[in-house]
């Protein structure tokens, strides 16, 4: 007879059978050493009926826990599959959210590298970081320049009132002035990404939870 359950209790058992599975595995010998003169097997110091039995009841529990492992897994990974959810990004099935959600997440390292947004959005930070120290230095640059060319206008004679050498000075800065040339607006486009990245967070985490906890599969 089938076993009918809801994706949240199945998720809490498999992550419970993955613990369990482990812990029996460490626990269990399945071979261990005997003198021939011997009955008891050296490392458990039981005879070798029971280490036999213990052994083999071991194996058959593990085996088992395996199995009821693998169709829960099994039953949860069909079920998202075929289970729709709807988000203002559109509909997509609870597999498709939580691969979604796993790469904006960058919870394993191949999401880290599928998370195009947060590589756009790093590289436009970068970008437009880098040309704002470089601008600032050239701009600098410049300010000192012109400062060096205005004391050596004014220095050979004091007493010119003509303001024109200076008025040529001012026009070098003006041309040689270095400006962020930013079409998109990168840091907008930053702001975008970053709020549309969140609210998506928010609503697959929400849909993910109710579709859990309404879902019903049979193993």
Request: charged content about 35%.
């Amino acid at each position: 007879m089938a076993e009918k359950m809801l994706i949240t209790q199945a998720l809490d058992e498999r992550d419970l059978l993955v613990k369990k599975i482990n812990s029996k595995i460490e626990k269990a010998s399945f071979v261990d050493s005997a003198k021939k003169n011997e009955e008891k097997v050296i490392n458990g110091r039981i005879g070798r009926d029971e280490y036999t039995k213990n052994a083999e009841s071991a194996y058959q529990q593990i085996v088992d826990l395996i199995d009821r492992y693998q169709k829960i897994d099994a039953a949860i990974v069909a079920s998202n599959a075929a289970t729709k959810i709807t988000t203002s990004y559109g509909e997509m099935t609870v597999a498709g959210a939580i691969s979604l959600r796993n790469r904006i997440r960058e919870t394993t390292r191949q999401d880290r590298d599928t998370n195009f947004e947060a590589i756009l959005q790093r590289k436009m930070q970068k970008d437009y970081n880098e040309n704002v120290q470089f601008a600032e230095l050239k701009n600098k640059q410049l300010q000192s320049t012109a400062e060096n060319m205005r004391l050596s206008i004014l220095g050979k004679d004091t007493k010119v009132k003509d303001e024109k050498p200076l008025e040529v000075v001012e026009a070098y800065v003006r041309e040689n002035t270095t400006e962020i040339v930013d079409p998109i607006g990168v840091l907008k486009k930053i702001e975008k990404l970053e709020e549309k990245r969140n609210t998506l967070l928010r609503e697959l985490d929400t849909q993910i939870k109710v579709s859990n906890a309404t879902t019903f599969i049979e193993i």
